[in-house]
């Protein structure tokens, strides 16, 4: 077991949170461009924000630093399933306005089985809904709230290097966007810059254990102009291969193929992909209305986990230390959940001086993460057709296909997890 104790005393709060400190005196690093903070961040995605928005109301200081600039961080077409647990930080951190105004509370989903269609109520069944809200319209509201509070939030600074983790106050080193050199100093560092980012990189070998899971598909997915054909999602099982009809808008429709993960984008011309839609969804009396294709892409699918989540002072989140496939629904979520534990923590070790929970982060956190890798692993592997798949397993898809048809018992577990187990803090 990595040791998680951490030597680093808070550092002194200037007039209002997000105030940087330059860096002067014995023991600080005397590089030109250099600053301290008591938080830094790496990375402007949903844990990023969200971790840097709830510090920030505990009057936690703390510094985003993103490598991209803010027009692809906005752009970035990503999940639009929001667990109820989700929404309520969401509202705790003073970000919901547009959230009520536009986003779709879902009390079930639909399943296709067979050219039949079963409908899952997971708030009869759970008590608990979910919310279609896009990804992209949550970074949104976080990154003009952050800027309207004047919360350091920086574009394109390209992380270099994490020095000094085994020591009392790492220090991030990154490039701005003029091009200088610039370095901050930190009691701790957050790592929510995703799978290819530098921080989980920053963890020896020696201490990080990973696991991973390679599909042999990928999802075909397609924003279209039209408004959804569907009053809620639909969960498609067919012989030619899987196929989601979601949305992200009254006016706007999120739709998914299953393909194999080296597919062209040339082999699937918009009459082609309606096609395939209409027959994978299709149930006798509906009809899938096509339109307007606005952007076309293909997702290879991965399941990933990392662990320890901390090494000292770093401390990783959401895409850094797991990747779902995007089946269940858990991969914004499960980010949420990560920096609304470790924003708990970091505040009491910051202003209370109790580490009890610090020391617990990555345990916990790693419960959540292992339960919604299991839920997405079976979604996936029931609904997708494997070409390799032998005839034995096809029957045992077959049977469990049947058994969330026909089970209440079934289908209240399916939704206890989709809905999203309840944030603990």
Known sequence: MVST????????????????????????????NAERTEVAIVGAGPAGLVLGRMLERNGVENVILEARDRDYVEGRIRAGVLEQG??????????????EREGLVHGGIYINVDGARQHIPMATLTGRSVTIYGQTEVVKDLIAARLDDGAPLRFECQVTGLDRLDGARPVVRYTDQTGRECELAAAFVAGCDGFHGPCRAAIPER??????????????GILADVAPSTDELIYAHHEHGFALHSMRSPEVSR????????????????????????????VEGWTLHPGPILERSVTPMRSFVAAPMRYGPLLLAGDAAHIVPPTGA??????????????????KRL??????????????????????QHFSWWMTMMLHV???????????QRSQLQYVSSSRAAQ??????????????
Not at 414 to 425: D, I, T
Request: hydrophobic share 40%.
């Open 330 to 347: 858990k991969g914004l979520n499960l980010a949420v959940a990560d920096v609304a534990v470790l924003a708990h923590a970091l505040v």
């Open 412 to 425: 209240t577990s399916l939704a206890e997890n989709y809905v999203g187990l309840p944030l603990g803090r």
């Open 86 to 99: 989700t929404v309520e930080v969401l509202h705790e951190v003073g970000v919901a306005a547009r959230l």
């Open 207 to 220: 201490v990080l254990r990973t696991w991973t899971r390679d599909y042999p598909f990928a999802w075909l």
């Open 255 to 282: 739709l998914y193929l299953q393909v194999s993960p080296d597919e062209s984008l040339q082999r699937w011309p918009e009459d082609r992909i309606w096609s395939e839609l209409a027959t994978r969804l299709g």
């Open 386 to 396: 494997d070409a390799e798949m032998s005839p034995y397993d096809r029957q045992l």
């Open 5 to 32: 104790s951490v030597s680093a005393e808070p550092i002194a709060r200037g007039p209002r949170p997000g105030r940087l400190h330059a860096l002067g005196g014995a023991g600080d690093t005397g590089h030109l």
């Open 351 to 372: 202003r209370g001086g109790d580490a009890t929970a610090l020391d617990a982060y990555s345990d916990r956190c790693l419960e959540r993460v292992w339960r919604a």
